[in-house]
């Protein structure tokens, strides 16, 4: 069974605090690993997908990175306006509809 | 802009009420989705669709049951409301074809039910 788990639950930094958020997977190999931001009462807007190990992307001051079995997004000094749940999510190459499995999350907040 | 349209932000129903819950992608995506998102839980496949009239029920289907008449359009029913069907529900819509198989979400449909 395809499991993801990400790490902190919760984070909390003052403004320009660099630090990263954890996200851990086991899947029957990996099609995409997605990396999505979700404020509260929203539904979740996506960020990064990131296919292969050792693949990096970038995006203002996120940047998500992929090793064989995690992956990270680094948040370099962090703005009150990043403070959102990141959530990661796998997609398995096997499946008929390209089976997504989510984590829980990790919530940012950034203390101006 | 990519846009996932669901009908509702908040609903409260009785309990054993019939609920329909619906969702409009206009990026005439093949894929869509239904979730539950539960603090703790994450976010849970109910029911997704591949293809209009087709549809495979995901890892909480219990209780549910989806329609897809048209291309565009994802309708999740609840066919008898209950309490522990309160949470958060997303639509979503994917393409499986080519590179860029991400997601895009709806706004999310908070469901109370009393």
């Known amino acids: 069974e395809d499991q993801v788990t990400q790490s902190p639950e919760a984070l909390r930094l003052q403004e320009g605090e660099s630090s990263s958020l954890n996200c851990s997977y086991t899947?029957?190999?990996?099609?995409?690993l997605f990396w999505y931001r979700q404020d509260p009462g929203k539904g979740p807007e996506f960020l990064f997908t990131?296919?292969?190990a050792g693949e990096e992307k970038e995006k203002e001051r996120l940047k998500a990175t992929l090793t064989k079995k995690e992956s990270f997004l680094h948040i370099t000094a962090p703005k009150p306006e990043d403070s959102a749940t990141y959530l990661c999510a796998v997609q398995a190459a096997s499946g008929g509809y390209q089976k997504v499995t989510f984590g829980t999350g990790t919530k940012l907040q950034v203390i101006p | 802009d990519v846009k996932v349209t669901q009908s509702s932000r908040y609903l409260v129903k009785r309990t054993g009420e019939k609920v329909f819950l619906e969702c409009v992608q206009d990026m005439d995506h093949e894929n869509m989705f239904w979730y539950r998102q539960d603090p703790g839980l994450g976010l849970r496949l109910i029911y997704f669709s591949y293809d209009v009239k087709m549809k495979e029920k995901g890892d909480i289907p219990e209780g549910y049951s989806v329609s897809r008449e048209k291309k565009e359009r994802f309708s999740l029913i609840l066919e008898s409301a209950s309490t522990n069907q309160t949470s958060m529900y997303l639509c979503?819509?994917?393409?499986?074809?080519?590179?860029?198989?991400?997601?895009?979400f709806g706004q999310g449909t908070r469901l109370t039910v009393v």
């Open positions: 899947v029957s190999g990996l099609r995409g």
């Open positions: 990131l296919y292969s």
């Open positions: 979503a819509s994917s393409s499986p074809k080519g590179s860029n198989t991400e997601a895009f």
